[in-house]
């Protein structure tokens, strides 16, 4: 008997040991870190593995010589950060490097990837530059476009590496959108936009002019992907013209007619096409619905990708790089309870090499799984969305953090996010809700959020509280509300309207006033201001409506503790009439935890910024919800 009472009390006391670490707490800075190596690529003979690498507070570019391991540090930052960056030929690389005023001047070098013969192509620049064609053209030319000429539109420029010279290669009207090249650099593609309705324009040869293929609604996908190399004036495109559904298709560029479907489906949404200039055909479709799924159009493709499903079981992987000769591959892989690591991965051979791990602090073990859920709306919608439920607790009686994502459209995803499982962490239940109006569920889903940002799109986040309520998993009374951006002003307009629902809930960068929103929409994309008006409004025309829709005007209203985060180098951010909003709440006594945090190009200070955003937002809902 006594044996027996020992080994029961052994058992209880691995099982207690166990709940335990399932339950520990871990450090802020853990789900935050920032990589101490990033954005790796790989030049297009395969030879050169480049990255960018964290010294001294900033990330300089690195290569390594793959044969023989030598690797040679090809910059020495002091005050601006690289941005982005990217192979132009075997032995040269391109970096764009930006300082963290408002302006964000920026500066364009070519150097050799042995650190030798570096030029400076612009310097503190106030102009963006968009990279169309990074391939070298003639061994001296890139395509990009550039906002230098006016600040409202971009135009197309060869850009010459050797002297950084810019030749416009064509002049923006006012109305073009996009720009496209063929396979060989040939300019060929434009897309205009009068605000709402969007042009496929296409020329055939650089000495002609563009001429209108097919005209849509903004609301219609009609996206570019690649030319056909063995048809003539065939452009393989993801659209949903004449249906809800994206699909992958042939357009015929002279009568503006699909040739051919590739790949569609009633159910299936295509949100991504891979084109192989080394196989010149359309390898690959990803659609999406609660997680992301390759569908192969090129048998020799599957085989080959096959392979990298083995070497990497259970777990997701997407092709960050490849070499020209689609030998040699960055692969990067993630799940939902993973942030994932980079790999080499050689074709020939079959062997991965570990690059990195992403956030090696992270224990898969340690986090909560993302679950995909649906529910229905009280006017009948369905609406998709993710739960993450906390490790170390039943999945009854929770609190929760409702989290709407950002937008205009925009959706939640399948994978790991460190925001996610920070709360999770902390005991909370987290609920994600891609409302009316995100996108990947079809154009109609879509346009059904146009205009409801404080009517519909509300009801459908109430709606998965509800839901959650009936299903036992939430504690009515411990529920907040958090996003950021559009997810911020969606939470800010749930909690006024409904102090019934939610305990407390903040904003972080959130939107408080769509006329101020609407005001600050960059110059470049003043052509997209009419599409903007039918998606959120119109200042002129739905004045009261936007009025009722900001949060800002409904101070009176708000009872329930708030937590508001704003970034003071955001420029999309009216930081003067955040701090005024939050004075007319305080003197109404709502109580206001108020944070400014600054999150621009330096890691660094990317880190220590949402380090400091998390600490006070766990405090925060200790205090608001876990207490209660």
Same mark, same amino acid.
């Given at each position: 008997?006594?044996?027996?009472?020992?080994?029961?009390?052994?058992?209880?006391?691995?099982?207690?040991?166990?709940?335990?670490?399932?339950?520990?707490?871990?450090?802020?800075?853990?789900?935050?870190?920032?990589?101490?190596?990033?954005?790796?690529?790989?030049?297009?003979d395969?030879k050169?593995?480049?990255?960018?690498?964290?010294?001294?507070?900033?990330?300089?570019?690195?290569?390594?010589?793959?044969?023989?391991?030598?690797?040679?540090?090809?910059?020495?930052?002091?005050?601006?950060?690289?941005?982005?960056?990217?192979?132009?030929s075997?032995? %040269?690389?391109?970096?764009?490097?930006?300082?963290?005023?408002?302006?964000r001047?920026?500066?364009?070098?070519?150097i050799?990837?042995?650190?030798?013969?570096?030029?400076?192509?612009?310097?503190?620049?106030k102009?963006?530059?968009?990279?169309?064609?990074?391939?070298?053209?003639?061994?001296?030319?890139?395509?990009?476009?550039?906002?230098?000429?006016?600040?409202?539109?971009?135009?197309?420029?060869?850009?010459?590496?050797?002297?950084?010279?810019?030749?416009?290669?064509?002049?923006?009207?006012?109305?073009?959108t996009?720009?496209?090249?063929?396979?060989?650099?040939?300019?060929?593609?434009?897309?205009?936009?009068?605000?709402?309705? %969007?042009?496929?324009?296409?020329?055939e040869?650089?000495?002609?002019?563009?001429?209108?293929?097919?005209?849509?609604?903004?609301?219609t996908?009609?996206?570019?992907?690649a030319f056909?190399?063995?048809?003539?004036?065939?452009?393989?495109?993801?659209?949903?013209?004449?249906?809800?559904?994206?699909?992958?298709?042939?357009?015929?560029?002279?009568?503006?007619?699909?040739?051919?479907?590739?790949f569609?489906?009633?159910?299936?949404?295509?949100?991504?096409?891979?084109?192989?200039?080394?196989?010149?055909?359309?390898?690959?479709?990803?659609?999406?619905?609660?997680?992301?799924?390759?569908?192969?159009?090129?048998d020799?493709?599957?085989?080959?990708?096959?392979?990298?499903?083995?070497?990497?079981?259970?777990t997701?992987?997407?092709?960050?790089?490849?070499?020209?000769?689609?030998?040699?591959?960055?692969v990067?892989?993630?799940?939902?309870?993973?942030?994932?690591?980079?790999?080499?991965?050689?074709?020939?051979?079959?062997?991965?090499?570990?690059?990195?791990?992403?956030?090696?602090?992270?224990?898969?073990?340690?986090?909560?799984?993302?679950?995909?859920?649906?529910?229905?709306?009280?006017?009948?919608?369905?609406?998709n @969305?993710?739960?993450?439920?906390?490790?170390?607790?039943?999945?009854?009686n929770?609190?929760?953090v409702?989290?709407?994502?950002?937008?205009?459209?925009?959706?939640?995803?399948?994978?790991?996010?460190? %925001?996610?499982?920070?709360?999770?962490?902390?005991?909370?239940?987290?609920?994600?809700?891609?409302?009316?109006?995100?996108?990947?569920?079809?154009?109609?889903?879509?346009?059904?959020?146009?205009?409801?940002?404080?009517?519909k799109?509300?009801?459908?986040?109430?709606?998965?509280?509800?839901?959650?309520?009936?299903?036992?998993?939430?504690?009515?009374?411990k529920?907040?509300?958090? @996003?950021?951006?559009?997810?911020?002003?969606?939470?800010?307009?749930?909690?006024?309207?409904?102090?019934?629902?939610?305990?407390?809930?903040?904003?972080?960068?959130?939107?408080?006033?769509?006329?101020?929103?609407?005001?600050?929409?960059?110059?470049?994309l003043?052509?997209?201001?009419?599409?903007?008006? %039918?998606?959120?409004?119109n200042?002129?025309?739905?004045?009261?409506?936007?009025?009722?829709?900001?949060?800002?005007?409904?101070?009176?209203?708000?009872?329930?503790?708030?937590?508001?985060?704003?970034?003071?180098k955001?420029?999309?951010?009216?930081?003067?009439?955040?701090?005024?909003?939050?004075?007319?709440?305080?003197?109404?006594?709502?109580?206001?935890?108020?944070?400014?945090?600054?999150e @621009?190009?330096?890691?660094?200070?990317?880190?220590?910024?949402?380090?400091?955003?998390?600490?006070?937002?766990?405090?925060?809902?200790?205090q608001?919800?876990?207490?209660?």
């Open positions: 008997m006594l044996r027996r009472i020992i080994v029961l009390f052994l058992i209880a006391l691995i099982v207690a040991c166990k709940g335990n670490n399932d339950g520990k707490t871990i450090p802020v800075d853990d789900f935050f870190k920032i990589q101490d190596k990033a954005y790796y690529r790989i030049s297009p395969g050169s593995l480049s990255y960018l690498k964290l010294q001294d507070k900033k990330l300089d570019l690195f290569v390594e010589d793959l044969a023989s391991g030598q690797i040679v540090q090809l910059t020495h930052l002091s005050e601006k950060s690289i941005s982005f960056y990217f192979w132009t075997n032995n %040269e690389l391109v970096y764009y490097t930006e300082d963290e005023s408002k302006e001047k920026s500066d364009l070098f070519v050799n990837k042995d650190g030798s013969k570096q030029i400076q192509l612009s310097s503190n620049e102009t963006r530059v968009r990279v169309i064609e990074d391939q070298l053209i003639d061994d001296q030319y890139i395509i990009v476009a550039s906002n230098k000429r006016d600040s409202t539109v971009f135009d197309v420029y060869r850009l010459n590496v050797r002297n950084g010279k810019m030749d416009i290669a064509a002049k923006n009207p006012g109305n073009v996009e720009w496209m090249t063929d396979n060989k650099g040939v300019l060929k593609i434009a897309v205009s936009s009068d605000g709402v309705n %969007e042009t496929l324009m296409y020329r040869n650089e000495s002609q002019p563009f001429k209108p293929v097919i005209t849509n609604n903004f609301e996908t009609l996206q570019p992907i056909s190399e063995g048809e003539e004036n065939v452009l393989y495109a993801i659209s949903n013209v004449n249906r809800d559904k994206n699909a992958l298709v042939a357009l015929d560029l002279k009568t503006g007619k699909e040739k051919q479907v590739l569609g489906n009633d159910t299936l949404n295509v949100v991504d096409a891979k084109y192989s200039r080394t196989k010149k055909k359309m390898i690959f479709v990803t659609c999406e619905t609660w997680k992301k799924e390759k569908f192969y159009l090129d020799s493709t599957r085989v080959a990708y096959s392979k990298i499903d083995q070497l990497l079981p259970r997701e992987w997407r092709i960050m790089d490849k070499d020209k000769d689609d030998n040699v591959f960055i990067r892989t993630f799940t939902d309870k993973n942030p994932g690591s980079y790999y080499l991965y050689t074709a020939k051979e079959n062997k991965l090499k570990k690059l990195i791990d992403i956030n090696s602090s992270i224990k898969e073990e340690d986090m909560s799984e993302m679950k995909p859920i649906s529910y229905k709306t009280a006017d009948g919608i369905t609406i @969305g993710y739960l993450t439920l906390p490790k170390s607790k039943k999945a009854t929770l609190p929760v409702v989290m709407p994502h950002n937008g205009p459209g925009l959706r939640n995803t399948w994978g790991y996010n460190a %925001e996610v499982q920070f709360l999770a962490n902390r005991g909370y239940a987290v609920l994600q809700v891609n409302y009316r109006g995100s996108t990947g569920y079809g154009k109609t889903f879509y346009a059904a959020g146009f205009k409801q940002w404080s009517d799109i509300q009801e459908d986040v109430n709606d998965g509280v509800k839901w959650l309520i009936a299903k036992k998993i939430a504690n009515p009374k529920v907040a509300i958090y @996003g950021t951006g559009f997810g911020g002003y969606i939470a800010l307009n749930c909690l006024y309207k409904n102090p019934d629902i939610y305990s407390c809930g903040g904003s972080n960068s959130g939107v408080i006033n769509l006329f101020s929103y609407l005001k600050t929409i960059p110059p470049f003043k052509s997209n201001l009419q599409m903007y008006y %039918e998606i959120v409004g200042p002129i025309t739905d004045t009261d409506y936007m009025r009722f829709a900001s949060p800002v005007f409904h101070a009176d209203r708000f009872k329930t503790p708030l937590f508001i985060a704003q970034n003071p955001d420029p999309r951010v009216n930081v003067a009439e955040g701090v005024q909003f939050i004075k007319e709440l305080k003197k109404r006594n709502v109580p206001v935890t108020y944070i400014e945090k600054e @621009g190009p330096n890691p660094v200070m990317r880190q220590q910024g949402r380090t400091a955003l998390y600490k006070a937002l766990e405090e925060f809902l200790q608001n919800l876990s207490k209660k």
